[in-house]
């Protein structure tokens, strides 16, 4: 059969309904939407409680030591892999606002990049504030030690478990080789089994405040967990299967779609036609009705993607992809089988089984 004459044949089959492409569209787009959205939805939930955790600064590790950090080779750990963010601190003498003189203000002197791990926004000039500060005074904090400071940046910390001190507190950037801090705080993630050890490489040799003080390592937020169970609950899902459930829903219709026209085919190979040509004329017309159920399919992943976490969207668009690939490829290898298994030699029970 020439190229041109397949190629109306095959659109004659579509459009004319004998392969049932509408049919076997609709039910693949119902079946391989139920499968899409059972793992994009419970992949969306594990990827809002590892935004959860991490928001709630759960995945933030710090080490004190009081005079013994050293602020450049704690600031370095951010190059280190699965480090967010590193930075040191150490506390200095509270100040007192103009406009409540009652409420000392906590001040902290830190290297350039611990805003970044409280999530601070960034103008430029001045010094960060906890956003209840700012509230209350507004964006020129008037102390009276050390008059007017313009607000660099604001952080949110609300006591949802959080170590308390930073609801009502400014902090100063300094250079990281201004003198020794008492703290070093990093966020890893992915979660290293090595966190420890890394974080006392910012312990510096020296004398410290309390020459028998061992470094004390914890966690900013232990409200959430030590470890984020998220990973081992994402691993252990149960739609972890869905592309292998999409490839064998695939092969089944697929199989179905060319069991219901044996006797057609049997017919065409009686008559003479090259069984190769019907196993292509045959997945040809299974991917009529496959292909756009797979887009659908990838399509629904990503709109609920949007809806549920916007963040992942990626990650749980290529998800939905492979499940879309998966059940396509089944459709291709079902038809291709069926088609193989069909026996010029039947045709006639063929016929009675109708």
Request: with cysteine.
């Amino acid at each position: 059969m020439r190229p041109t004459a397949f190629v109306r044949e095959l659109v004659r089959d579509v459009i004319s309904g004998t392969g049932r492409a509408g049919l076997f569209g609709s039910l693949s787009i119902l079946v391989l939407g139920l499968v899409v959205i059972a793992e994009v939805l419970t992949a969306s939930a594990l990827a809002r409680q590892a935004i959860e955790y991490r928001v709630a600064g759960a995945a933030i590790t710090t080490v004190a030591l009081p005079g013994r950090v050293d602020g450049r080779a704690c600031e370095a750990l951010a190059n280190s892999p699965g480090v967010l963010a590193a930075g040191a601190l150490r506390a200095a003498v509270p100040t007192t606002l103009v406009a409540i003189p009652d409420s000392p203000l906590e001040q902290y002197e830190t290297t350039p990049s611990l805003a970044r791990l409280l999530r601070a926004t960034d103008a430029g000039r001045g010094a960060y504030f906890s956003q209840d500060v700012v509230d209350v005074v507004g964006q020129t904090v008037a102390t009276i030690e050390g008059g007017n400071i313009p607000v660099r940046g604001t952080f949110s910390y609300p006591a949802d478990g959080r170590r308390p001190g930073f609801g009502w507190a400014m902090l100063s950037p300094m250079r990281p080789g201004d003198g020794a801090f008492d703290e070093c705080w990093i966020e890893v993630w992915p979660e290293r089994k090595d966190t420890r050890r890394l974080l006392l490489t910012a312990i510096s040799p020296g004398n410290s405040v309390d020459p028998a003080a061992e470094p004390q390592v914890s966690q900013l937020n232990g409200a959430h967990g030590v470890d984020f169970s998220g990973v081992a609950s994402y691993e252990n899902r149960p739609t972890r299967f869905a592309p292998l459930v999409a490839l064998l829903i695939g092969s089944l219709l697929g199989g179905i779609s060319v069991r219901m026209r044996r006797v057609e085919i049997a017919a065409n190979l009686h008559a003479g036609a090259s069984r190769r040509m019907l196993i292509v004329q045959q997945s040809a017309e299974a991917a009529a009705w496959a292909l756009p159920a797979a887009v659908c399919g990838w399509a629904i992943g990503c709109v609920i993607a949007v809806s549920q976490a916007p963040q992942e969207l990626a990650s749980l668009a290529r998800g939905s992809a492979h499940i879309g690939a998966a059940f396509l490829v089944g459709a291709l290898w079902g038809a291709w089988v069926g088609t193989v298994l069909v026996r010029e030699s039947q045709l006639w029970s063929y016929v009675k089984s109708r």
